[in-house]
């Protein structure tokens, strides 16, 4: 079966479902193959305006009926009450994009032989321009995980990790990595307007610059480490911004920040960190 023909039910209509269905009409995705669960009426009027044809319901039991794929994306703390509440067919393959919701966890709800992939997404998906790192459990065949992939790749890019220990590095990286840059983009900001320039353009040159360096990076063949140094002439003035940066130790805390983030999301998980 093509791709676009997989008929898609989504359990919670909320930010990240949002983004997803926004992605996957985006892509071409037929409306009525979509099929979205929330109890939030007021939400459901907003998914309207996605697409006219959307099926939009408020029974999650409605959603998943006749679906290829099961989205699972309501947030983590009612995610055992509403999962075991649903009653997929044996065929159907559930995708969580919930944090910290484990492998496990989905095979004691549903059982060892039903085929679940999860997936951890990140708030730029919002824009088209996610990264989810998707993990298989066993079982699941190749061609689900191709409509794994199809589905998470309508909100940006994807990687797959076969240890599934792996995702709480890739939460505190990717996962969280966004707000990591924001903060950035917020303290070039009030640094740019306590320098003088005017706030809408301090603004601009922040979030701009982020967004080129971003998209450089991306497309380039090279490191980040190489563009970095192909900025950065001998005696000139981002030399002397990096030697301050990293005199102060900004690789150090780095390090120490995304060590705190996977910690963190093992304690969430009910795991212990090393
Ligand atoms: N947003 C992100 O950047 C991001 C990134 C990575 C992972 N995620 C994951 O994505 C999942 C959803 O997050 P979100 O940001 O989209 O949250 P959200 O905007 O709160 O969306 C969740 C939606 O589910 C609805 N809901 C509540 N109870 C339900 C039920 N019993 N059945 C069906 N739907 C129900 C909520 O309605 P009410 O508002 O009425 O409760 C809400 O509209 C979470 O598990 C989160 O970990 C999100």
């Known amino acids: 079966m093509h791709n676009s023909a997989l008929q898609i039910g989504f359990v919670g209509g909320g930010n990240m479902a949002g983004a997803m269905l926004a992605g996957l009409l985006r892509a071409g995705h037929p409306a009525d193959k979509l099929q979205v669960a ?37 947030k983590p703390q009612l995610m055992s009450a509403v999962a075991q509440a649903l009653q997929p067919g044996p065929q159907q393959l ?45 079982g699941v065949s190749n061609i ?41 983009m917020e303290i070039l900001e009030d640094c740019a307007r306590d320098m003088g320039i005017p706030a809408d353009v301090a603004r601009q040159l922040a979030v701009q610059t982020a967004h080129g360096a971003g998209l450089a990076a991306r497309e380039a063949d090279t490191a980040p480490g190489e563009l970095r140094r192909m900025v950065t002439s001998p005696g000139g003035t981002t030399q002397a911004a990096i030697e301050v940066l990293q005199q102060g130790g900004l690789d150090k805390l780095l390090r120490q920040a995304l060590t705190a983030a996977r910690r963190r999301s093992l304690e969430l998980g009910g795991r212990k960190s090393d």
């Open 144 to 184: 689900q995980r191709t409509q794994a992939e199809y589905l998470a790749g309508a909100a940006g890019a994807t990687a797959w990790v076969d240890d599934e220990d792996l995702m709480d590095a890739v939460t505190a990286v990717s996962g969280s990595g966004p707000a990591y840059f924001y903060l950035v």
């Open 38 to 74: 929330d109890p939030n009426a007021e939400r459901r009027a907003q998914l309207e305006k996605l697409g006219q044809r959307l099926v939009i319901v408020a029974d999650n039991a409605e959603a998943i009926s006749g679906a290829d794929i099961i989205v699972l994306a309501v």
């Open 94 to 138: 559930i995708v969580s994009v919930a944090a910290g919701i484990s492998l496990a966890a989905m095979r004691d709800w549903f059982g060892p032989a039903q085929p679940c992939v999860r997936s951890m997404p990140n708030q730029p998906a919002l824009v088209g321009a996610g990264m989810s790192v998707l993990c298989a459990a066993p």
